[in-house]
T-cell receptor, first 113, second 111 residues
């Protein structure tokens, strides 16, 4: 069984501030982990993924995430928020035994000028 | 680049109508998925398919059916549309258990 918890349905930051979106997972086998971003009225697009290589994963638009097995976490960070980062962010987990990912409920990132 | 296209971005239908939503992917992916997305509920899986003519129910299949006659095409059918099926519908495809590629979504309104 696998599950994902995203802490905070909304996160608000000022432009230029650190972005931290939290994701905790559970999986009975080593997981694949993903972060997706969804801009208004669009589909989801992949930001980054972890598939058992380096634990620090760099993605598009300056985002990165670190896989911490001991904490079962895969938090998403960006050093300096930009107005264009305002969107919905989804964490997802899948494992080698199932091609059906489990998605978190999403976190809406709000960026203030 | 993988491309997933959906037949309509916006659709307005009347209660009781039969509705077809089509999805096409161009990367020869085995797996295709239909989700609906509602505020506060995230993505909920309606149906998925892991091969041509194969389909499996997801978490909320009631009121929906699907068809996959060709590998690249996966259709979602609302047999008799109801107002509670007003939602954003997202199609996705994937290779094995790797990342999913999503279409732009269809915002369906049933009146």
């Amino acid at each position: 069984a696998q599950s994902v918890t995203q802490l905070g349905s909304h996160v608000s930051v000022s432009e230029g501030a650190l972005v931290l979106l939290r994701c905790n997972y559970s999986s009975s086998v080593p997981p694949y982990l993903f972060w997706y971003v969804q801009y208004p009225n669009q589909g989801l697009q992949l930001l980054l993924k972890y598939t058992s290589a380096a634990t620090l994963v760099k993605g598009i638009n300056g985002f990165e995430a670190e896989f911490k097995k001991s904490e079962t976490s895969f938090h998403l960070t960006k050093p300096s928020a930009h107005m264009s980062d305002a969107a919905e962010y989804f964490c997802a987990v899948s494992n080698g035994g199932s091609y059906i990912p489990t998605f978190g409920r999403g976190t809406s990132l709000i960026v203030h000028p | 680049d993988v491309k997933v296209t959906q037949s309509s971005r916006y659709l307005v239908k009347r209660t009781g109508e039969k509705v077809f939503l089509e999805c096409v992917q161009d990367m020869d992916h085995e797996n295709m998925f239909w989700y609906r997305q509602d505020p506060g509920l995230g993505l909920r899986l309606i149906y998925f398919s892991y091969d041509v003519k194969m389909k499996e129910k997801g978490d909320i299949p009631e009121g929906y059916s699907v068809s996959r006659e060709k590998k690249e095409r996966f259709s979602l059918i609302l047999e008799s549309a109801s107002t509670n099926q007003t939602s954003m519908y997202l199609c996705a495809s994937s290779l094995k258990s790797y990342e999913q590629y999503f279409g732009p979504g269809t915002r369906l309104t049933v009146t």
